[in-house]
């Protein structure tokens, strides 16, 4: 668009054919006027706008002159209330200047805003600038430095987030829905993680060690990392980190951690591995009997007399498996105290008792027996082969434990031994057939030499012998059966039959010596639960080491049976003890002729292990397939 100039008479634009109709001295000077004219007006249209220009900037100062004096006292205002805090006044400062720099936007936005689809879209109002996205607040400061545990470790949780909002089937966000990680929140004290929760949780173990390592939190999006989104998004700096991180799970998961990640060590110096028990003492009774109180009052459950509160006392020695030591794992008191004062309120009592406490510990053994009770009746039903009356040769009872969960039970297992000439060899039938581990195997091989230390020292063993666990279709592991194994292996030599209503639990080593297991009161419950059902006699009983006498917290019971003479447990040292008990047989001891004396046990050993050696020499030292191991 443009302007033109024409002649004009009367009001009215000459048309072309009559201005030429002119004189040519009236065109001349119409021309010259006109030429003057644009000269005029092209000198005004430069001039509008710079004339707009003023405008606009007197405009803005009016603006600016009224906006400063609208926001003059309630600014000053709110400077008051933060006069102590340099910080917070010149934030405040500035939001001021920002609003009078920025007034078209604030003047202009509610215009913008012509529908409700122009609303939608917009992401945030004109104030909205000036909010503050409290990342982190402390409502108590008087509480000290921030302890804080995360029980969900996730790499948003910990590190922090942004979020997005769909607006348009798009996704939008701003500064305000920048959301703080728990390292936000401990930022100054103290953190704590559960290792297993954090390890489980895909990139928060790395985050943690970065986190830690530059002494900064950097939010960051698990989606980016493994492609899922490439949207824009906002990129917060980094934040100074001062915290304490404590990691708290089982002690072989740290073993297992820091033998696989060497910065382990770098970024966790401080180890606290805390025990399981405490040795008992008046005090640490004492102390227990407070901690159930506690359970009690915190719950709100009801109070445990003297007798209960003894009761489970008691029971924490048997959870610690020693008569010397109290357990610290709280979380099982808590179950054992809960469900007592369950049921003293179903038995109309007002304070939990010795009895409740019973009936509680006696039903938590109930609903996690059922293998126990099968593996009971299979034995009552003689599926499963124990005998617990007459004598065998070359057959023990053993007894073993079986864990599952936080439940164990012991039953016995019979142990069989057939012996004959041979290269000197001892054969583990669960190890031929890889169902022994490597402790079973350890334990097996210390009985030979055992038998090449004591016996036959003048010549070479000549002896093939054979151990089993009988109907055993499971693995062994643990050298717990090696002294019920060397009972079966004496006995199948010396040919005297052994004691069947006994029961044997212990390793042994090279010398003869019975060594502490563990696992022993359930493994004597499981013998005598049997023994039990067919009937006690009297003559039943467990062998077991002596060490582990210290360890016994059986149950009632088996306690009463034992004080009344119907079941008994025998604690020895040496194998000559325990050979000797279930055979009825000394021993024997190797006297100053180096023989052995008539009618022991180990007189009939070396004698047997003698015509082993001469039998062979008579087959002319020929092997047999039995021969190889």
Known sequence: MGFGMAPMRDGKVVPPAEFNAWSEAGQRATRDAIEELEKELEQTLRSIPRMEKEQRDAVRALDRETAEFAVAQPFEQVKAQFGDLPAVLQ????????????LPFFISAEAAAQGPQQAAMRLVGPYDRYEVNVLVTQADHAAGAPVVEEPHPTLA???????????????????????????????????????????????????????????????????????????????????????????????????LLASVDPEVAQHFKVIADFDDDISRSPASE????????????????????????SRAVEHAARLADDANKLTLLVERMHDLVAEANHLAGRNGRQMVTRADVDQAIAQQIHRASRLRERSQEMIL????????????????????????????????????CRTRPGGGKIVDIEREVELGGPLHSKGVLILSG???????????????????????????????????????????????????????????????????????NEKIEGFFDVCSARGLTGSQGVLIPRANVQHLMLRADVVEACAAGRFAIY???????????????????????????????????????????????EAGGAKSDADVT
Request: proline fraction near 4%.
């Open 91 to 102: 934030h405040i400062e500035a939001m001021r200047a920002d609003l009078l720099e920025n």
């Open 286 to 309: 004492g102390m227990l009997a407070r901690l159930i109180g506690e359970i009690a009052a915190q719950e709100k459950l009801r109070p445990l007399d003297r007798g209960g509160v």
């Open 450 to 520: 055992f038998l090449v230390g004591r016996y036959a020292l003048d010549s070479p063993m000549s002896l093939y012998a054979s151990l089993v666990f009988e109907q055993s279709y499971g693995g062994v592991d643990g050298d717990s059966a090696s002294s019920a194994e060397l009972y079966a292996l004496l006995s199948a030599l010396a040919e005297a039959p052994v004691r069947q209503d006994l029961a044997v639990t212990g390793s042994v080593n090279q010398h003869g010596v019975v060594q502490a297991i563990g696992g022993v």
């Open 571 to 617: 604690p020895v040292e040496t194998i000559d003890q325990g050979i000797a008990l279930l055979s009825g047989m000394p021993a024997g001891q190797r006297g100053d002729d180096g023989a052995y004396p008539a009618g022991s046990v180990n007189r009939a050993v070396e004698e047997r292990l003698k015509r082993f050696t001469k039998a062979r020499k």
């Open 157 to 255: 949780n910990l590190v922090g987030r942004i979020e997005y909002l769909q607006v348009q089937g798009a996704l939008v966000t701003n500064f305000r829905l920048i959301k703080a990680g728990a390292l936000h929140r401990a930022n100054g004290g103290t953190i704590l993680l559960d290792a297993r929760s954090l390890l489980t949780e895909p990139f928060s173990w790395v985050a943690l060690k970065r986190a830690l390592l530059q002494q900064e939190v950097t939010i960051e999006d698990v989606a980016r990392f493994i492609g899922l989104t490439t949207t824009v998004s906002l990129e917060p700096d980094p934040i100074p980190l001062s915290v304490k991180v404590v990691l708290f799970g089982d002690r072989m998961l740290y073993y």
């Open 381 to 416: 039903r003689d599926i499963a082969l124990i005998d617990t009356a007459g004598t065998r040769v070359g057959q023990v009872n053993g007894l073993s434990v079986l864990s599952l969960g936080d439940y164990s039970f012991g039953r016995p297992t019979r142990i069989t």
